[in-house]
């Protein structure tokens, strides 16, 4: 089993910025990957970002977060983390986060065996 609890969400103003994070707990050894998935009310969840945990590998979904979002992680720490610059109105969801134990499509939810409670990022326009 892996825990995983995101933090870090909150209010913040169009155009401003906000670092999400994602700590691991548990049988860390057995993850493989690391991604950020949201869920706007409405809506299906979608990916966001992904990182392999024992390599520099990162995915971004194309066009919506590409070049303003970016997913790193610090392994010391068992901990992920989302940067989000130049955020927009059309970015507030909940945050979740996830993580894989095997390779395996990286931008399905399906893909994943565990996941976070989720952390609300809403961005005012």
């Known amino acids: 089993q892996v825990q995983l609890v995101e933090s870090g969400g909150g209010l913040v103003q169009a155009g401003g910025s906000l670092r999400i994070s994602c700590a691991a707990s548990?049988?860390?050894?057995?993850?493989?990957?690391m991604a950020w998935f949201r869920q706007a009310p409405g809506k299906e969840r979608e990916f966001v970002a992904s990182i392999r945990w024992s390599s520099d590998s990162t995915y971004y979904a194309s066009d919506s977060v590409k070049g303003r979002f970016t997913i790193s992680r610090d392994n010391a720490k068992n901990t992920v983390y989302l940067q989000m610059n130049s955020l927009k109105p059309e970015d507030t969801a909940v945050y979740y986060c996830?993580?894989?134990?095997?390779?395996?499509?990286?931008?399905?939810?399906?893909?994943?065996?565990?996941w976070g409670q989720g952390t609300q990022v809403t961005v005012s326009s």
């Open positions: 996830a993580t894989a134990i095997r390779p395996s499509s990286y931008t399905r939810p399906s893909s994943y065996a565990y």
């Open positions: 548990g049988r860390t050894f057995s993850m493989y990957r």
